[in-house]
């Protein structure tokens, strides 16, 4: 049905889509004959209470786009596909919220004839994105810890979380490959490894989605290898870069996870933006992989198409080019699908293109119970505890897993000095453990009354009760940015009268050029921000034994410190229960195992290369007079106690092309305290029809031991693993030698071995294996 004259259906009758006996895709079509045009482009849009004004965006562009955004009354005259953010976007408590959130459905269903409720959405990166809702770490923490069991149960908390609040679908998590460290959302990626990224993304999805609500995968794709690391710059990656190193992630976590949200990427790729490309959203996304969800826009990422991409005249022209791509709804409102009906009208738009879309909607209403009749909706007035002691405990165990010990060449960690000095913008700043999405940084900014909203120890705080009968000194030195050096000299007194020193350093997370990280604060090179590099050499000159600490949302350029510093680690913005996670590596209560998602850089500039690139990547006599060598390598990571890798084995004779192999090796625990080690296996194509990586990770596992103890670590690799975008961009399995390394590293004191394929080069389709299973045995 499709004119203006809408049925009017009584209340008091159960539609007949409102029988959870009939099949979804009747129900579906029955929903989809009785509407209107309006009310099926009602359906791929949304709307935002939010009014927010210039110095307050949250969202790219959002005070110019937000200031022609309808009140609810007109957003909501035909129905609505979603609701934007009703508890992320003005702090209130989680009951009040959730009453909000309710009352809002009843007053749309009340207002339309068909009694439809909308899919409510929130963001949920480092947490539901809620007043008073626990910050977990960031995603780059997740990489860190490479444990995807935990980052599950972050998800499945998450997930149970925004259920309880009556939110259906969150904007998370994000599957960008780190491409460029000075991209300012580095901090929400797991890493700049495919593999990694995408068994973590897996799992977190899989916690949400197992609670039901829809996880979304951000930014469907390419959004992360913008040039220079610039926000929403163009994409030039090749085909090739494409399918082998930014799709795998997504794939894995649609045909594995069964994420049934996607959301596009702002950027264009040679030209094509995203969001309007049919050979992504629909050629890959849906032909190749068999999704079956929706595709939501990024806010206002329909309008840039005419606005800042220029492949669209206006609002309408673009809302058509989105939809006729694949893309289904339009997010945070529908500035350009509700633009469609005179298109269709006229037939410039094809209505069963708008048919197609609604009924993705439809179906995934009918999975959150939402063409249920509304009465029949469970209501609850239980308590709802976003930061509870559960909570807290994951997000503590997490952020110890996360923290990377880089180095320790002068055993001054765990520290056991009488003094101790704690200098550093970062020491007395809870704020700066905190990810860029988290609510008291994404919001609170603006309620500055209301504090953090929760219980955020800071660093200095969490030593002072962790380093029990030291004396702990303290001095600011200076700001994470700015010039101000007055306060530099009072921290070399403070290190110089210590006996060691904790120098903290790093970033402070916000949006849009109000921090250092996140989303629209980009880095123009990897120099530490503001004057905090005078910090450290100013203290490093006093002798002093220096810890350098650094809590950043990307890697920073630590090689001018790492020869003279007494130790080295790195957190990445690891959350609420980040300072005492920190504290407890620091005094030796907690042995780090975290490991590098990401490469340390040793130089500031040169362009930085993440660990995933063929030779020419790494450095070679006689081509340049550059090192681009890191100070510290992807999967690099120490311990308190040490680890002897020995006995590595593989399959015996040669394996098929579409055949697996077997791995396999001891890991011992060599020192007198137990840790855990995360067990890196690594694969090489040597000779291949294009240039290959030097190596890549194909498998992991963390491992603990207890002093004196081994496990047998046994990896079984499917050939899928080796396969490759070919010279005729179609995905290939080659025989020949593949090389093998495992050890706690990608570089350093690793075992090798080679296996060899064989048989007819073989075209892996949709049913390809993604991943190496693992299983760990004790060892007499």
Request: hydrophobic share 40%; aromatic share 6%.
């Amino acid at each position: 049905m499709s004119t203006t004259t809408a049925r009017t259906t009584p209340h008091a009758a159960p539609a007949p889509w409102q029988d959870q006996q009939l099949p979804v895709t009747e129900r579906v079509e029955l929903l989809l004959a009785e509407m209107t045009l309006e009310e099926k482009l009602a359906q791929l849009g949304s709307h935002w209470f939010d009014r927010r004004g210039a110095g307050e965006v949250v969202a790219p562009m959002q005070d110019t786009f937000g200031a022609r955004r309808p009140d609810f009354a007109t957003a909501a005259r035909h129905g609505l596909g979603h609701l934007t953010r009703v508890l992320g976007t003005e702090p209130v408590a989680a009951a009040e919220g959730r009453e909000k959130l309710a009352r809002t459905q009843r007053e749309l269903i009340g207002r339309h004839r068909l009694r439809l409720p909308a899919i409510a959405h929130e963001e949920c990166l480092t947490g539901v994105t809620s007043y008073g809702a626990t910050v977990y770490p960031t995603p780059l923490a997740w990489g860190a810890s490479f444990d995807p069991d935990l980052v599950h149960e972050v998800g499945t908390a998450i997930g149970r979380d925004l259920r309880a609040l009556g939110v259906h679908q969150g904007l998370g998590p994000v599957l960008d490959v780190v491409r460029d460290y000075r991209w300012g959302r580095v901090e929400e990626t797991i890493g700049e490894d495919p593999y990694a990224v995408a068994t973590i993304a897996t799992a977190y999805v899989r916690g949400m989605e197992e609670q039901g609500v829809v996880a979304t995968l951000k930014h469907f794709v390419g959004y992360s290898a913008s040039r220079a690391g610039r926000n929403h710059a163009p994409v030039s990656a090749g085909p090739r870069e494409v399918a082998d190193v930014l799709l795998p992630p997504f794939e894995m976590a649609v045909r594995e996870g069964g994420a049934r949200s996607v959301m596009n990427s702002y950027s264009d790729i040679d030209g094509e933006p995203v969001a309007a490309s049919s050979a992504l959203l629909t050629g890959v996304l849906r032909d190749q992989w068999g999704f079956e969800g929706t595709v939501v826009s990024d806010y206002w990422a329909i309008a840039f198409l005419a606005t800042a991409h220029g492949v669209a005249a206006d609002a309408a022209q673009a809302g058509a080019r989105a939809l006729r791509a694949g893309l289904d709804v339009e997010l945070p409102n529908a500035m350009c699908f509700g633009e469609l009906a005179p298109l269709v009208r006229d037939g410039r738009v094809d209505e069963a293109d708008v048919d197609r879309a609604v009924r993705r909607v439809l179906r995934q209403k009918a999975e959150l119970g939402l063409l249920d009749a509304p009465d029949d909706a469970p209501r609850t007035d239980a308590p709802v505890d976003l930061d509870s002691p559960a909570n807290r405990e994951l997000a503590r165990r997490l952020a110890e897993e996360s923290i990377v010990l880089l180095a320790n060449p002068g055993a001054v960690l765990p520290l056991a000095a009488r003094k101790v000095a704690v200098v550093g913008p970062s020491a007395a700043d809870p704020g700066v453990l905190l990810g860029c999405y988290s609510y008291p940084i994404h919001v609170l900014p603006r309620h500055p009354e209301l504090g953090l909203g929760v219980d955020v120890p800071s660093l200095l705080d969490a030593l002072r009760a962790e380093l029990d009968g030291a004396e702990v000194v303290h001095e600011r030195g200076c700001d994470v940015v700015g010039d101000d050096r007055s306060g530099i000299d009072a921290a070399v007194r403070a290190a110089a009268g210590a006996d060691v020193c904790v120098v903290t350093v790093g970033d402070r997370a916000g949006m849009f050029g109000r921090g250092t990280s996140g989303e629209g604060c980009d880095a123009a090179d990897l120099r530490l921000p503001g004057i905090q590099h005078d910090l450290v050499e100013a203290v490093l000159a006093t002798g002093t034994p220096v810890v350098l600490v650094v809590v950043s949302g990307r890697p920073y350029a630590l090689g001018a410190y790492v020869d003279r510093a007494a130790a080295v680690v790195q957190a990445f913005m690891p959350g609420e229960e980040g300072a005492a996670a920190l504290a407890g590596v620091l005094s030796g209560r907690v042995t780090p195992s975290g490991k590098l998602p990401v490469q340390v850089p040793r130089l500031p500039g040169g362009g930085p290369q993440t660990y995933l690139g063929p030779a020419l990547t790494r450095r070679l006599d006689r081509i340049s007079n550059l090192d681009p060598g890191p100070a510290f390598p992807f999967g690099h990571g120490l311990s308190y106690t040490s680890f002897r890798y020995q006995d590595l084995t593989v399959s015996t004779g040669p394996v098929p092309t579409d055949g697996e192999f077997e791995v396999a090796v001891t890991v011992r625990c060599t020192g007198e305290r137990p840790g855990t080690e995360v067990v890196q296996l690594y694969l090489s194509d040597p000779v291949a029809d294009v240039a290959r990586p030097v190596k890549q990770l194909a498998g992991y596992v963390r491992v603990a031991l207890e002093p004196g103890t081994a496990r047998r670590v046994t990896f079984t690799v499917p050939a899928d693993l080796t396969s490759y975008t070919g010279l005729d961009l179609v995905r290939v399995v080659d025989p020949g030698t593949i090389g093998v390394q495992v050890g706690g590293s990608s570089e350093g004191d690793v075992l090798h071995a080679q296996v060899e394929l064989v048989g007819p080069v073989r075209r892996p389709g949709r049913d390809r294996a993604l991943r190496s299973a693992v299983r760990v045995e004790d060892v007499a």
